[in-house]
């Protein structure tokens, strides 16, 4: 496909953010696609370059305001919005424009508990029982053939590829799920805060969203589906923390083992399971993951390791949050809803070091 | 004291590594001490200058080897010699010489563990036998009059401070602590190691020792200890990660409460058992611990918060490693040692930022 | 002098910036001084834990307006507010407050210069004419029976401890000096900027304020008055560069010999001019000055390389920002100011690593 | 070209080290090249994901000796051993064999400053006679031709990049040159030394090679034949600088302007003559190029400003150390040795943040 008008067009909504950036970074090679739409409010009639100055020289449209938006021809759209605001703006598009949505709008099946979490009543329920969840491993099928999908968050993702086949398999204990959580700070996004300052987060390690953060209810979610339980059973304990380095995320979970299985065995079930997929790799032996295997690409790397408390297991996987956790996995989505080669524009590796 | 001739001498051995350096950093400023003696066997001849810049300008003695070592008029070492080694070293010390050791070699109670966990037999196990473990919270009163006291590992000190109360008072299952554990890179040392240098270490996180670091069993010494049980019947989950800081450590407790426990019970437990203590502090609130509050410092900062999972609770912890980890907390045991006051040298305002 | 009721009262004015946490760290241990107002208008009513977490358990007061600030009984206040709003501030105090301003109001002579720089009037500009510039080692006379005494600029305060000395030695041309500055992201204040978040700063490095830096013009000030030649008749070149570490500075200067000098001459005169002084410490040999030997203390570190090109040679200065660059060179100039021992509450050993 | 039969075959000699690394990252995605021999002597005999975990799972070759090296069938190798041995193993190579070098041994044309600066003799003179530097865009056409590129130096790549032009048009003094370079830690190599362990080239900057740095002489080579003068006449300032980031480097010249050139003749200059550069980007305006530009890519970015001082000006240059600075200028030259499409394999956005 090397005829431009054939390519499929792209609109990316708050692309002044970082997973914007990204997915521009991603974009901008995906042989099969043209970015063609870019808006960001409060940058809007600025060019690219002086909103991500790396992005320069790529010949990408200028932003403008979502209301200034030009819908005409967008194939699809990848959306970077805060919550709230983008169930309100996805509901204005057109139904030809496919969405891939980055946000955490329509990650919660259950009206009750996004309200309960997000602190309003969402605001567009039926788009919300459309959307797919779109852990692509998981719900490939699904995806395939949905109008508007919704990426999961960066952690649920590390952490549900990693936990989900061993709840479905009964081979640990999905009410006993100890979950420390660590990311880089662009997890938190490109807004400023004081406790994102390099000043502040660097050199420096702090827990954040101890036991309250929104992964939370989206995990138990996923959890619960796969233990086939209602998820009001399903409680994780889900421990966030900030790490001094930009990209990367490693979710060590500690777990309880059920019906006499070993670690060994749940390392054999997710070697079966992801044995053909191309983005996650388990690690032969008692090799570690770390987050360097992954930075800048689409990959999830996971090990499981034997405890020295009897009955429990460690289980361990990393992703690059913004690739795997948000844009590269929204890419991945996009190539299953054109009918693409899903590793299409998703092949880099990592950068190390 | 002000009069030189009545300070107390102190000697460095190890003193090129950084818990060495650490300690000249903290006694230089010390009012009632004098370094005498510094050894590294690789640095012999060499002044502290070329070893350590930023020691130099202070009238620090030249490194010698241990073997051309001046014993006489020293009143204390400080040992940050690696293991096996430290145990020859100190059994060659004439009596008189009172001993902070800040290797591994005395920690272990039990021949055995330690043979398991280094390797080899215990060399000098009438030291082991005497040594008094130096939590100094814990143990302050063996501490005052021991000749020879083993500093605990850094990740130990974090770790029992935090937890040691609340098993002493039955509200949490030593049989069920999951410690999850971050460190700075000071904490594998200088020497040179490729995953230790800066392209390697930085803008990356990983795991390390999962379940088989040597911290684990010193840790489970003190546990049964205060559940007043066996050592062998404890066993803990112990997975510590290399973080891209220098300095820094914090430990996220994953605990199951028992006999009726709550959160607030267990902070409450913690608040009285340190309530005097000048170098710990429980945060107020829900505020939570960072390691930036005590870079430099001898503090241990530590909070106490709900799990979502019923029956859990989250402790979390944190200490400069090289400080109340490790030199810092040498310093205040030399000060009971001495019947100095022990706040003596250690009152450094964290370092932030 | 250990009685309370003895002790130097000190306000802080903008403690809620970098300079006003790194005067309270200083202060906090400092023997002679009670800190006993702290003023931060966006923080007011705040205990200090919420604002500096790192600094709660001390005992300080609350954060309160400048308007509410009670000045009776304070001695002496450091100023750590933003340019112009500093001016109108300390035209409000009395008299018989002193005031050590580490903002850029003061340092500049010449009201047309300020204008220029700064875009307004000065507005206290009888003030301005009783100010003395406090770069401590060069002005120290003046600064003992000054009422209000203008702290350098970071950048300004290691050029000028290397420089001006050649400069007056006639050793260097003035009028052709290369300043290439490097600072770390500190420097730029806990202000909300995009370019000093983590994500952003971290991993990279930019100049910024090419040729146009307000450092600029304080550095030709001093340089022309150790010249002996008009302000106008100087112009540097100054680039300054962010570097992604938190604390420290480095200035390489590049100079062009004159009379015949040497870089050993350049040296010679530099080690002659600091022989007797406490925090400049000129390095033997070619030994590098590294930013890493004064992290935390108030040292400025030195030294004089021969260049390749004929003629010329390279100087480079190390300071730390936030102490012999702000807070800590602050300090000295008050315990000059109320002749107590220079070095008070300044002696702490850099933090390595 | 989809045939693996067809596809040029490379050994990467040297497999072990950064450049090496990056070699195989951009390789491995590149349409034309099949990866068919790694040599490491200490790692020989280890398969890839043992020595660079993030290259596990692409089917690479194990490391061999180079003494093992089967080089039938290879039509290229990178060079990325160390100066001296470099020399002496690409002698030994069949003559069918292409070389790329990243090493040092072929960029000095004299054989005496070679001696001089690397300490014996060269040992393949007449190798080091048919070399062709390798800086692409000015040597494009030689290289094309070419058996044996010699790759520049990362600092070197930068500063002619920047410079050459510029002598070349006689709008700078060419005898008047004040480099001032940064360089993040990986320009140090793989190999362990204790300046660039984390904790020592962390959160801290210095200065190194003060006017003794190898690529000095390179640099006064290139500039000379711009000068057209006697590589004798030239002589250069040039300190580089470890910045605390793994990638990047900047480089800021300090030049004066010949000829009544202004600071926007030199960037016309550079504007004109990479005007159909794919990787060479001049900015508009006063941007201001970071290496947070270029990471992962192997574009360099360019601006001229104006100084204070009149009649000088200040040129910066970024580039990303391992991509533009070595392997990826590398894949470049082999691009045009096998007549390929110049950027083929060079195609990655810059990742940010």
Same mark, same amino acid.
């Given at each position: 496909?090397?005829?431009?008008?054939?390519?499929? =067009?792209?609109?990316?909504?708050?692309?002044?953010?970082?997973?914007?950036?990204?997915?521009?970074?991603?974009?901008?090679?995906?042989?099969? @696609?043209? $970015?063609?739409?870019?808006?960001?409010?409060?940058? /809007?009639?600025?060019?690219?370059?002086? @909103?991500?100055?790396?992005?320069? !020289?790529?010949?990408? #449209?200028?932003?403008?305001?979502?209301?200034?938006?030009?819908?005409?021809?967008?194939?699809?759209? %990848?959306?970077?919005?805060?919550?709230?605001?983008?169930?309100?703006?996805?509901?204005?598009?057109?139904?030809? &424009?496919? &969405?891939?949505?980055?946000?955490?709008? %329509?990650?919660?099946?259950? #009206?009750?508990?996004?309200?309960?979490?997000?602190?309003?009543?969402?605001?567009?329920?039926?788009? +919300? +029982?459309?959307?797919?969840?779109?852990?692509?491993?998981?719900?490939?099928?699904?995806?395939?053939?949905?109008?508007?999908?919704?990426?999961?968050?960066?952690?649920?993702?590390?952490?549900?590829? /990693?936990?989900?086949?061993? @709840?479905?398999?009964? +081979?640990?204990?999905?009410?006993?799920?100890?979950?420390?959580?660590?990311?880089?700070?662009?997890?938190?996004?490109? !807004?400023?805060?004081?406790?994102?300052?390099?000043?502040?987060?660097?050199?420096?390690?702090?827990?954040?969203?101890? /036991?309250?953060?929104?992964?939370?209810?989206?995990?138990? +979610?996923?959890?619960?589906?796969?233990?086939?339980?209602?998820?009001?059973?399903?409680? &994780?304990?889900?421990? #966030?923390?900030?790490? #001094?380095?930009?990209?990367?995320?490693?979710?060590?979970?500690?777990?309880?083992?059920?019906?006499?299985?070993?670690?060994?065995?749940? =390392?054999?079930?997710?070697?079966?399971?992801?044995?053909? *997929?191309?983005?996650?790799? $388990?690690? =032969?032996?008692?090799?570690?993951?770390?987050?360097?295997?992954?930075?800048?690409?689409?990959?999830?790397?996971?090990?499981?390791?034997?405890?020295?408390?009897?009955?429990?297991?460690?289980? $361990?996987?990393?992703?690059?949050?913004? &690739?795997?956790?948000?844009?590269?996995?929204?890419?991945?989505?996009?190539?299953?809803? %054109?009918?693409?080669?899903?590793?299409?524009?998703? *092949?880099?590796?990592?950068? %190390?070091?």
């Amino acid at each position: 496909m090397t005829n431009s008008e054939k390519k499929i =067009k792209v609109g990316i909504l708050g692309a002044s953010g970082y997973t914007g950036a990204e997915a521009m970074r991603l974009l901008l090679r995906h042989p099969d @696609v043209e $970015i063609s739409l870019l808006t960001a409010d409060r940058k /809007a009639g600025q060019p690219v370059e002086e @909103v991500y100055p790396h992005l320069g !020289g790529y010949g990408l #449209p200028d932003m403008v305001s979502v209301e200034e938006a030009d819908w005409s021809g967008v194939d699809v759209v %990848f959306c970077g919005l805060p919550h709230g605001t983008t169930q309100e703006i996805i509901a204005t598009l057109p139904d030809a &424009v496919k &969405v891939v949505d980055m946000s955490a709008d %329509f990650r919660l099946d259950d #009206p009750a508990t996004y309200a309960e979490w997000y602190g309003h009543e969402h605001r567009a329920l039926d788009l +919300q +029982q459309q959307a797919v969840y779109g852990l692509t491993e998981l719900y490939r099928e699904k995806i395939k053939s949905a109008r508007l999908v919704a990426c999961p968050g960066c952690y649920p993702t590390a952490t549900l590829l /990693a936990l989900v086949p061993l @709840v479905a398999a009964g +081979q640990v204990d999905a009410r006993d799920l100890v979950i420390d959580a660590k990311s880089g700070v662009t997890g938190a996004g490109r !807004g400023l805060k004081q406790n994102t300052l390099f000043s502040e987060a660097g050199e420096g390690l702090s827990p954040y969203g101890i /036991a309250s953060h929104r992964h939370a209810p989206e995990i138990e +979610q996923e959890v619960a589906k796969a233990a086939g339980c209602p998820t009001a059973d399903i409680r &994780v304990n889900f421990v #966030p923390h900030l790490i #001094p380095m930009s990209r990367g995320e490693l979710i060590t979970s500690h777990v309880r083992l059920t019906g006499g299985a070993t670690a060994a065995d749940l =390392k054999e079930t997710l070697a079966k399971t992801y044995a053909d *997929e191309p983005f996650i790799r $388990i690690l =032969k032996g008692k090799d570690i993951p770390q987050t360097q295997m992954v930075r800048g690409s689409n990959n999830c790397v996971i090990n499981v390791f034997e405890d020295r408390i009897p009955g429990r297991a460690i289980v $361990i996987a990393v992703i690059d949050n913004l &690739v795997k956790g948000s844009s590269g996995q929204a890419v991945q989505n996009m190539n299953l809803m %054109f009918s693409l080669r899903e590793t299409c524009g998703l *092949e880099q590796v990592a950068l %190390f070091p």
